[in-house]
C-alpha cells in the first residue's frame, strides 16, 4: 500500500486545513470588494450639490447673531488667531472631524472669551463654506483677517474639493465679506500658509489633491489690501527658491517673511522585490515623505515711488544657514505661532519605520521658541515652584498657631457667659459666619506641571504674551484620535500649563466589525491592547513624564557641542543685556539712558522722523529695550534655573545700589 494510505488521519487533517484556508481566502475577498464599494463614495456624493445646501441653509440667516455655547467640538486643520481688535478674545475658525468612518467639516465661527473663560457662536448669513486646511493671519495695516482657500471632502473622503476664495472678516462686528480681486488670483489650494507685511498679504506652498495624486505647490502670492488686487510676482530662472510644500511655518518680519520646515512626498523608486528570469530587478516608482528642515528669508520691497499704478512689490527668496539645536529628530505636524520676534512650537511626529503594515510613528509634547533674528531654537521647559524656606515655613506655622489659640479663647469666653447666663451652650445660638470670603466666585483651576500629550498638528495661538493650544491629533496603531481640549502657557512665566476645557475622547468606530470565527482566537488580547492604549490617551498630563535629554534638545548623544553651526545674525553685544531675575521693567528702568541714545541714533538717519516728540522718543526707547529682552529671555531663564538649583537668589550689583545697601559681608 502506497504511503498515503499508511497514515489516513493526516491526510484527513490537511484535506481539511485546506479547505478552511480556501474558505477563509473567499471570505476575506468578498469582504474587501464589498469594503471598497462601500468606501467609494465619488459616484454617489456631488459635491457641488452638497455645497449648495449648505450656502441655501446659511442664507436663511437673516442678520449677524451672536450667543453662548459650549467649547466647539473636536476638530483638526482648523485656524485660530488672536484677535486683532480685542486683547481678551480668540477666534476659531473652520476644521474637520473623522472618527473613522465619516468626516465632518465646519464652517461656524467660535469667539473665545479669555477674561470670562465663556464660548460664543458667531452665525452670519454671508460666511465661508465649511472647510478644513485653509490658513488665514491678520492684516498689517488694517485689523481685519484674511482668509484663502481649504478643502472639503464627500463624508467618506472618496472625492475633494478645494477652494480658491478669498475671505476678509471684520473682527470687531463678526462681519465676513468675499473679495473679488480685479485680476487673477491663486489657484484653489491646502495646506499652504499666509503671512502680513505692511499693507500687503503673502500666500506660500500648499498641495493640490485630486484623489489621483498629490501635488504640492512653491508658487508665492501678494495681495494688496489697498489697490485690492492680486500679484504673483515672477523670479528669474536661476534665482533659488524654496522646494514645494506644505504644513510649514511662515512668521512675518520687519522686511517680509521667514520660512521654515515643511512637509512634502517627492517620488523615488525602489526595487519591486523578486527578480526576474533574466537578473534585473523590477524597479516601481513611490511617493517618499519627506520632511524639510531648512530656512529661508523672503524679502519684500515695495515698489518705487515713481513706479506705474498697481505695480507688483519685488521679491527675492535668500536661503538661511541651518538653524542652531534644531529639534532633533525632524518633525512633522507643526506650525508655529508668533510672539515678539519669536516663533513658538510644539508637538510633531518623527516617523521611524515604515514596513508593509504601515507606519510606525513618534510623537512628542516639547516646547521650543524660535529666534527668528538670531536663528537658534531654545527648548521652553516648565518652571518648578520655588520651595518655601524653612524660616517662613516656621513663621506660618506659628501664625497659625496664634490664630487658632485666640479662636479657643474666643470660645471659652463665649461659653463662659453662656454659664452665667445659667444657659446652656448647646442652647448658645451660633455665631453667624461670612463664607463670602473662602469661596471665591469661580474656582482657579490649578497648574499642572507637565506638558499635554504628545501630538501634532495644535493649533497656536498667542495673545499677550499667553500662548494657547487648540486641539491636535494622536495616533495609535491605525486609529486617529482627535484631542477635545485646551490649554494655556503664560510664556512669560513659565509657571505651569492651565487647562481650559478637556473632555473625554469619543471612541473610533470601526467598519470591520465583523469577523469570522477563525479570526477571533486573538480577539481578548486585541481588546485589552486597545483599552490600555485608550487609557493612556485618556489619562491627564499629570499622569505622564517628560524626560528631557540631549537629543530632546536638538543634539545628537555623539555630537560634540563645537559642531553646531553658529548663528547666522549675533546680537548686537554693545547694547545692554537684562540680568538674571531682572523684569522688562527693572531692565528699562536701568538701561533706560542707553536706549535712548540709540533711539536718538535711529531718529538721526530717518529723516521723516526728526520732529518726534519726547514721548515718541521714549517709547521707541521702550521698543529697542523690550526687543533686547525678549531676545535674551531663553539664556536668561536658564541662568535663573542655574542659579535657583545653586541657591542664588536675584544678583545685585553693589555700585548699583549705592553705600546704603550695608557691608558685602551681610549679603555673604
Known amino acids: 500500500m502506497g504511503k498515503k494510505d499508511k497514515n489516513p488521519k493526516a491526510a484527513e487533517k490537511k484535506a481539511r486545513k485546506q479547505g478552511k484556508q480556501g474558505k477563509k481566502a473567499a471570505q476575506k475577498e468578498k469582504k474587501v470588494k464589498a469594503k471598497t464599494a462601500e468606501d467609494s463614495d465619488a459616484d454617489d456624493v456631488d459635491l457641488d450639490s452638497v455645497l449648495e445646501e449648505y450656502a441655501r441653509q446659511q442664507a436663511q440667516f437673516l442678520k449677524v447673531t451672536e450667543s453662548p455655547c459650549e467649547a466647539p467640538p473636536p476638530r483638526s486643520a482648523a485656524t485660530i488667531i488672536a484677535s486683532p481688535t480685542n486683547a481678551n478674545e480668540l477666534l476659531l475658525f473652520g476644521g474637520e472631524y473623522y ?248 508637538g510633531g511626529v518623527h516617523d521611524v519605520e515604515e514596513s508593509e503594515e504601515g507606519i510606525d510613528s513618534e510623537f512628542f509634547n516639547h516646547l521650543f521658541a524660535w529666534n527668528i533674528e538670531r536663528n537658534r531654537f531654545f527648548q521652553l521647559t516648565l518652571k518648578q515652584p520655588k520651595r518655601q524656606s524653612t524660616k517662613q515655613s516656621a513663621v506660618d506655622r506659628s501664625g497659625m498657631r496664634r490664630a487658632r489659640g485666640k479662636a479657643d479663647e474666643a470660645e471659652l469666653l463665649r461659653n463662659l457667659a453662656a454659664l452665667d447666663t445659667k444657659g446652656s451652650i448647646t442652647d448658645e445660638a451660633p455665631m453667624p459666619m461670612d463664607m463670602s470670603e473662602d469661596i471665591p466666585e469661580k474656582l482657579a483651576k490649578p497648574l499642572l506641571m507637565t506638558m499635554p500629550h504628545p501630538r501634532f498638528n495644535t493649533q497656536l495661538a498667542v495673545q499677550d504674551d499667553i500662548l494657547y493650544l487648540f486641539g491636535g491629533t494622536f495616533e495609535k496603531r491605525d486609529k486617529e484620535f482627535t484631542f477635545d481640549e485646551m490649554w494655556a502657557i503664560d510664556l512669560s512665566k513659565l509657571d505651569g500649563v492651565k487647562q481650559i476645557y478637556c473632555r473625554e475622547l469619543e471612541n473610533w468606530n470601526d467598519q470591520d466589525e465583523e469577523s469570522d470565527s477563525e479570526e477571533d482566537d486573538g480577539s481578548d488580547s486585541e481588546d485589552e491592547d486597545i483599552e490600555e492604549d485608550s487609557a493612556s490617551i485618556f489619562s491627564s498630563p499629570q499622569d505622564t513624564e517628560t524626560v528631557t535629554t540631549a537629543t530632546d534638545l536638538g543634539v545628537p548623544d555623539d555630537m560634540d557641542m563645537s559642531e553646531v553651526e553658529p548663528p547666522e545674525f549675533t546680537p548686537n553685544d554693545y547694547r545692554p543685556h537684562p540680568r538674571p531675575f531682572e523684569s522688562l521693567r527693572d531692565f528699562f528702568t536701568r538701561t533706560t539712558n542707553s536706549w535712548q541714545e540709540f533711539a536718538l541714533e535711529a531718529l538721526k538717519q530717518d529723516e521723516s522722523a526728526v520732529n518726534k516728540s519726547i514721548k515718541e522718543l521714549k517709547k521707541n526707547a521702550f521698543d529697542l529695550a523690550e526687543t533686547t529682552w525678549w531676545d535674551f529671555r531663553e539664556e536668561i531663564r536658564a541662568l535663573e534655573e542655574q542659579q535657583e538649583e545653586s541657591g542664588i537668589g536675584e544678583i545685585v550689583n553693589v555700585d548699583e545700589r549705592g553705600t546704603q545697601s550695608g557691608s558685602s559681608g551681610r549679603r555673604r
Open 99 to 346: 472618527d473613522g468612518s465619516l468626516a465632518t467639516f465646519y464652517n461656524d465661527l467660535c469667539i473665545y472669551q479669555i477674561d470670562r473663560g465663556e464660548w460664543r457662536k458667531v452665525t452670519s448669513p454671508n460666511s465661508p463654506l465649511p472647510r478644513s486646511g485653509h490658513a488665514w493671519c491678520r492684516g498689517g495695516n488694517t485689523k481685519d483677517v484674511y482668509l484663502f482657500g481649504g478643502e472639503f471632502s464627500s463624508p467618506k473622503q472618496g472625492t475633494f474639493y478645494h477652494y480658491n476664495d478669498f475671505w476678509k472678516l471684520d473682527p470687531s462686528a463678526r462681519e465676513w465679506t468675499r473679495l473679488e480681486s480685479k485680476g487673477k488670483g491663486p489657484p484653489a489650494r491646502s495646506g499652504h500658509r499666509m503671512a502680513y507685511f505692511k499693507n500687503y498679504i503673502i500666500l506660500f506652498g500648499g498641495f493640490q489633491d485630486t484623489s489621483v495624486q498629490t501635488k504640492y505647490l512653491q508658487d508665492v502670492w501678494i495681495y494688496d489690501c489697498q489697490a485690492f488686487t492680486w500679484h504673483s510676482p515672477v523670479l528669474p530662472p536661476a534665482t533659488q527658491k524654496p522646494d514645494p510644500r506644505s504644513s510649514f511655518s511662515f512668521l512675518p518680519h520687519e522686511s517680509g517673511a521667514v520660512l521654515y520646515g515643511g512637509y512634502s512626498r517627492v517620488k523615488s523608486t525602489t526595487a519591486a522585490g523578486k527578480q526576474s528570469k533574466g537578473g534585473n530587478q523590477g524597479v516601481r516608482s513611490i511617493l517618499k515623505p519627506v520632511i524639510h528642515q531648512d530656512t529661508w528669508f523672503l524679502r519684500v520691497s515695495p515698489p518705487q515711488s515713481d513706479s506705474l499704478p498697481n505695480s507688483p512689490p519685488n521679491i527675492r527668496w535668500e536661503r538661511r544657514k541651518k538653524p542652531a539645536n534644531a529639534p532633533n529628530p525632524p518633525r512633522a505636524g507643526i506650525t508655529m505661532a508668533y510672539h515678539k520676534g519669536r516663533g513658538i512650537m510644539f
